[in-house]
């Protein structure tokens, strides 16, 4: 891992986290894998949510992290790290605290998911998100449900057979109005050949 990637999250220096904006993409970007395994340690602590530094850490260097991955065109190489700290966020608590207050494994979940789901012409890195990507949607984040539902959505469009395992579990979100009922009932029912 690189130097300023370990003393950072090592040691959970946020006074030195922006400087990983410093680097170039390519510096950084064998260490990415490793920095994100580190993340799901740091987040699976016992008091990360209520530790505001190390959401602040884990926070800028996710930020950094999918800028690498997205300017470097590297996901498939890091998917499988990306998609198990993403994991990792369903064994914690994903509904809003008050109104608009995401939870701090929301924040996670929700700063991958584009990351992880834009590439949704990407069978290998679908493969691995789409069985995650479903268990979102009943977790009781209404926000975090309705943007899974706009990238599942594209991904029945252009490659409809990886959801067809997850057919029950999304047609109850829709049925239950967790996700957008236009944009995935819509694809659902355009693709209903593929999962009969």
Same mark, same amino acid.
């Given at each position: 891992? !690189?130097?300023?990637? =370990?003393?950072?999250?090592?040691?959970?220096?946020?006074?030195?986290?922006?400087?990983?904006?410093?680097?170039?993409?390519?510096? &950084?970007?064998?260490?990415?894998?490793?920095?994100?395994?580190?993340?799901?340690?740091?987040?699976?602590?016992?008091?990360?949510?209520?530790?505001?530094?190390?959401? #602040?850490?884990?926070? $800028?260097?996710?930020? =950094?992290?999918?800028?690498? $991955?997205?300017?470097?065109?590297? &996901?498939?190489? !890091? *998917?499988?790290?990306?998609?198990?700290?993403?994991?990792?966020?369903?064994?914690?608590?994903? @509904?809003?605290?008050?109104?608009?207050?995401?939870?701090? !494994?929301?924040? &996670? #979940?929700?700063? $991958?998911?584009?990351?992880? +789901?834009?590439?949704?012409?990407?069978?290998?890195?679908?493969?691995?998100?789409?069985?995650?990507?479903?268990?979102?949607?009943? =977790?009781?984040?209404?926000? +975090?449900?309705?943007?899974?539902?706009?990238?599942?959505?594209? *991904? #029945?469009?252009?490659?409809?057979?990886?959801?067809?395992?997850?057919?029950?579990?999304?047609?109850?979100? &829709?049925?239950?109005?967790?996700?957008?009922?236009?944009? +995935?009932?819509?694809?659902? =029912? @355009?693709?209903?050949?593929?999962?009969?």
């Amino acid at each position: 891992m !690189h130097q300023l990637f =370990r003393l950072v999250l090592g040691q959970k220096d946020l006074s030195r986290a922006g400087d990983l904006f410093s680097l170039d993409d390519s510096e &950084i970007e064998d260490s990415l894998t490793e920095a994100l395994e580190q993340i799901k340690i740091i987040s699976s602590s016992s008091d990360y949510q209520t530790n505001n530094n190390d959401q #602040a850490v884990v926070e $800028i260097c996710i930020t =950094r992290i999918t800028a690498a $991955i997205r300017e470097t065109e590297s &996901i498939e190489k !890091h *998917a499988k790290a990306l998609v198990g700290l993403w994991d990792s966020c369903l064994e914690h608590n994903l @509904r809003p605290f008050g109104k608009d207050e995401d939870t701090p !494994h929301a924040k &996670i #979940a929700s700063d $991958i998911m584009s990351c992880i +789901l834009q590439n949704y012409n990407r069978p290998p890195v679908m493969a691995l998100a789409i069985p995650i990507a479903v268990k979102f949607l009943h =977790r009781g984040n209404k926000e +975090l449900c309705r943007n899974m539902s706009n990238y599942l959505s594209l *991904a #029945a469009i252009t490659k409809a057979d990886l959801l067809a395992d997850h057919t029950e579990v999304i047609v109850k979100s &829709i049925l239950q109005g967790m996700v957008q009922k236009l944009s +995935l009932g819509t694809c659902f =029912r @355009r693709h209903l050949k593929v999962f009969s």
